[in-house]
């Protein structure tokens, strides 16, 4: 009964470097979100993915960061040349279909990857 | 920008205490969750709320939604150590539902 599974859980990168986080969905879910924790803030919105589709980037700084949904396998969100600032917590959550509370369709997180930028 | 504030952002209690904490806006949301995050894990639903002045049981765990849909209330009642935890309101703006705005959350410790 696996649930929505992030890997890895802890990320060191130089300042300049390439981040890759990835995130399978629970089995059966094909819908897939994206937060972002930041020390002292609550979780935001970053992006809404199905698969080979992205639905809502509106979370997304406009800059070096990408996400995608493949056909096959995780989900990725790649940060390119990161800085000091893109140091938080990523969360990734999936649901079977569309998010909507009227279909009690909660959005089940995984376990995070913590990314930290040196 | 919708926005949910948190309080206390702290409670400290002993065991066997009542609490109440709260997930205030001044905008409507369509549902609110209320998740619980430990550290080092992510967050665990606990309830979903949808219609204004729901009340829902969990257990020792009361939760209530406004009659504007606007905030919400999680009350514990004879509070164990194993409530200690990172409480989260969240909620769901009209027209996006799948896009959750989150609280900073309510860090309750419960000293045995």
């Known amino acids: 009964n696996a649930g929505v599974m992030q890997n890895p859980r802890h990320l060191v990168r130089r300042r300049g470097q390439e981040a890759r986080l990835r995130c399978s969905p629970m089995k059966g879910h094909s819908h897939v979100y994206w937060y972002r924790q930041l020390p002292e803030e609550g979780l935001k919105f970053m992006v809404y993915?199905?698969?080979?589709?992205?639905?809502?980037e509106s979370g997304m700084p406009k800059e070096r960061f990408s996400a995608e949904f493949p056909k096959e396998g995780p989900s990725i969100l790649r940060i390119q040349q990161v800085v000091r600032g893109d140091s938080a917590a990523y969360f990734c959550a999936s649901s079977p279909q569309s998010s909507g509370w009227k279909d009690n369709q909660p959005q089940h997180f995984g376990d995070g990857t913590r990314l930290s930028i040196l | 920008t919708q926005l949910l504030e948190q309080s206390p952002q702290f409670l400290s209690i002993q065991e066997g205490e009542n609490l109440t904490v709260y997930c205030n806006s001044s905008?409507?949301?369509?549902?609110l969750q209320w998740y619980r995050q430990e550290p080092g894990e992510g967050p665990v639903l606990l309830v979903t709320v949808v219609t204004g002045g729901e009340v829902k049981k969990l257990k020792r765990l009361t939760f209530q939604f406004g009659d504007a849909r606007k905030d919400s209330s999680l009350h514990i009642t004879a509070a164990q150590p194993g409530d200690t935890g990172l409480y989260l309101c969240?909620?769901?703006?009209?027209?996006?539902?799948?896009?959750?705005?989150f609280g900073k959350g309510t860090l309750l410790t419960v000293n045995p």
């Open positions: 905008s409507v949301f369509s549902s």
């Open positions: 993915l199905q698969k080979e589709n992205i639905i809502d």
């Open positions: 969240a909620g769901s703006p009209p027209g996006s539902n799948y896009k959750l705005t």
